[in-house]
């Protein structure tokens, strides 16, 4: 469907998915995909040439539909800026799937609970990602492994879909065929490159923090949101009356400097509150590594857990 040699997906997270980390994946195999929310129109447009620069492999563009303003006319730039995948948090309006399918686009969404899925697949969407709750970033309240066959029962007879949430390495795509998903996407992992966009001491955090030490808070946007635990998340937990929801929220946290929109590596950040998205795999990651040699990794890996899976049934 997509016309990628492996089915492994990069997220589409703001602030981190530019053309350097999006083409690496692309170029490796997989598909990488632009974290578009936190860019503006033009900024994509010129990310999506640049990402055409590096490689002639197929990537996508991720934007939430809570931006509706926007939504329409950077479909439109979606397509003509050569994508062949436009993927939605938050629903997927009927006329911005008339468009991305008129230019011979896909369509995914994120989905975090089966309504989500259905939903997705009756307004026109080619597959969907079935995102559990131990993914960074915004995320749900439904593990990964009891959502992934649920939402595979309910649409995977009509339509592919992608497994999301707490996968770090070829065991998880491994875990995640086994389900019944046709591929997983994966964004923590992929945050640990060199080729990833980030913040002042971002990559740092995410090569310190323990499988339990990301928490799931409003205080960043006003919508759950898993990242490593700060001094900011603790303030907000202990004083749940401050929270605004969103944008309002958001627009807080940029003020108070805990939250730095699109990825500003020169930007002075306060590491004990900002804003370092992160899902429950993060205890995993021990180094750095290229994301092309990730994706070749996590083949590997994964297609040595499903001969060893094979031999033990078969045993």
Excluded at 3 to 30: D, F, K, N, Q, T
Excluded at 65 to 76: E, F, G, K
Excluded at 87 to 99: E, F, N, Q, T
Excluded at 121 to 132: K, L
Aim: glycine content about 12%; hydrophobic content about 45%; some cysteine.
């Amino acid at each position: 469907m997509l016309g990628i040699e492996h089915p492994v997906m990069l997220a589409g997270m703001g602030g981190v998915s530019y053309h350097r980390l999006v083409a690496a994946v692309s170029a490796a195999g997989g598909i990488g995909t632009l974290g578009a929310a936190t860019m503006g129109s033009d900024e994509m447009v010129a990310e999506m040439e640049r990402v055409r620069a590096l490689t002639d492999k197929p990537f996508g563009v991720d934007l939430l539909a809570a931006l509706p303003d926007r939504m329409v006319d950077d479909a439109r730039k979606i397509v003509q800026g050569g994508a062949s995948l436009f993927v939605a948090g938050l629903g997927v309006p009927r006329d911005v799937v008339k468009i991305i399918h008129d230019g011979n686009a896909l369509v995914a969404s994120m989905c975090g609970k089966v309504r989500h899925a259905i939903a997705a697949v009756e307004a026109g969407c080619d597959f969907v990602i079935a995102q559990g709750t131990e993914a960074g970033g915004h995320t749900g309240t439904v593990a990964t492994m009891p959502l992934v066959p649920q939402i595979v029962d309910a649409v995977g007879d009509r339509v592919p879909v992608v497994a999301a949430g707490g996968i770090f390495d070829g065991r998880g795509l491994a875990a995640a065929l086994t389900l019944g998903a046709d591929g997983v996407w994966m964004g923590t992992r992929f945050i640990a490159t060199p080729e990833a966009r980030t913040v002042r001491g971002y990559k740092e955090a995410l090569l310190r923090t323990p499988e339990d030490g990301t928490v799931i808070s409003k205080g960043f946007t006003g919508k759950t949101l898993r990242a490593v635990r700060n001094k900011w998340t603790q303030y907000i937990e202990e004083h749940p009356e401050e929270l605004r929801p969103f944008p309002e929220q958001m627009f807080r946290a940029v003020e108070a400097k805990a939250l730095h929109l699109g990825g500003d590596e020169t930007a002075d950040v306060d590491e004990e509150k900002e804003c370092y998205p992160a899902g429950q795999g993060v205890g995993a990651i021990g180094e750095l590594v290229p994301a092309g040699e990730l994706v070749t990794r996590i083949v590997a890996e994964a297609e040595s857990a499903l001969a060893r899976a094979t031999s033990a049934v078969t045993a």
